[in-house]
C-alpha cells in the first residue's frame, strides 16, 4: 500500500475501536471508498467486522472491551501486570510504558488531551496515521521502534485474546496486524532506534482523541489527540 492508502485504513481501523454511538459514520464511509482498492487482505476482515452482528452493538463493546473487560483495549496491560498496590502503580513497567508512548507521541508533534490513556488503542492507531508522513521528525528509526518494540508483543496478545472470547473485534485487530505488516516493510532497511539500557525513561506531564491542530508553544504541525 501507499502511505496515503495505509493512513487511511489507520484513520478507518481506530475509529471502529471506538464505542460504536460515538463513531464518526462519515469518516467511516470515506475511508471505506479510499480503500476501496487495498489489497484484499485488509478490507475483507474489516468488512466481515461491519457485517458481524454485535459490531455496532453497544451491550458487545461494553461487555467485551470495557467496565473490567476481558479483553481490554489498553496494550500495557499484556505486557505488564497490575501492580497491587498505589505506590506501586506509580513505579509500575505499564506507568513507564505509558510515559514512554506519551514521550513518542510528543516527539512528533502530538498531544494528549488526557480523554483517554497513552496505550488505549484508538489512541496508538490514529497516531500511527498521523506519524507516516512526519519523516523529518524521524531520522533515527524512532517510529521503527514504536512499532516493533513497544507494539507488537502486545498486540499478537490482544489479537489472541480477541480470539479466545469470539469477539468480532478480532476481525479488526486482523485488519491492523495487515496494516502493521506493510507499515514495517515501508521501514524496513531504514533506522532503528534503540534506548541506552539505562537511559532515563521520564517523561513531562502531557496531557488525546479528535485530532485538531494548536498554535501553542510547540513543534510545526503539532496536533492533538
Not at 470515506?30 to 461491519?50: S, V
Not at 497491587?84 to 506509580?90: I, L, T, V
Amino acid at each position: 500500500m501507499e502511505k496515503t492508502q495505509l493512513a487511511s485504513a489507520y484513520r478507518l481501523i481506530a475509529e471502529l475501536f471506538v464505542y460504536p454511538e460515538e463513531r464518526d459514520m462519515a469518516l467511516i464511509e470515506t475511508e471505506m471508498i479510499r480503500l476501496g482498492d487495498a489489497p484484499e487482505a485488509l478490507r475483507e476482515p474489516i468488512q466481515a467486522l461491519l457485517d458481524a452482528p454485535g459490531s455496532a452493538s453497544p451491550e458487545e463493546y461494553v461487555a467485551t472491551l470495557e467496565l473490567a473487560p476481558p479483553v481490554p483495549l489498553y496494550l500495557g496491560s499484556y505486557l505488564y501486570s497490575e501492580p497491587e498496590s498505589c505506590r506501586g502503580a506509580g513505579m509500575s513497567g505499564r506507568n513507564g510504558y505509558m510515559l514512554e508512548l506519551s514521550n513518542i507521541y510528543r516527539h512528533f508533534g502530538v498531544e494528549l488531551n488526557g480523554a483517554e490513556m497513552s496505550d488505549f488503542l484508538p489512541v496508538i492507531v490514529d497516531f500511527l496515521g498521523l506519524s507516516l508522513d512526519r519523516s523529518d521528525a524521524d531520522q533515527i528509526g524512532l517510529r521503527r521502534y514504536f512499532v516493533e518494540s513497544l507494539l507488537l508483543n502486545a498486540i499478537e496478545s490482544l489479537f489472541s485474546a480477541l480470539r479466545k472470547y469470539e469477539s468480532p473485534y478480532a476481525h479488526l485487530l486482523e485488519a491492523l496486524r495487515v496494516a502493521l505488516a506493510d507499515d514495517i516493510a515501508h521501514m524496513a532497511g531504514g533506522p532503528k532506534w534503540q534506548p541506552a539500557a539505562e537511559a532515563d525513561r521520564s517523561s513531562v506531564p502531557v496531557n488525546l482523541r479528535g485530532l485538531t491542530a494548536t498554535n501553542t508553544e510547540a513543534p510545526e504541525n503539532w496536533v492533538e489527540l
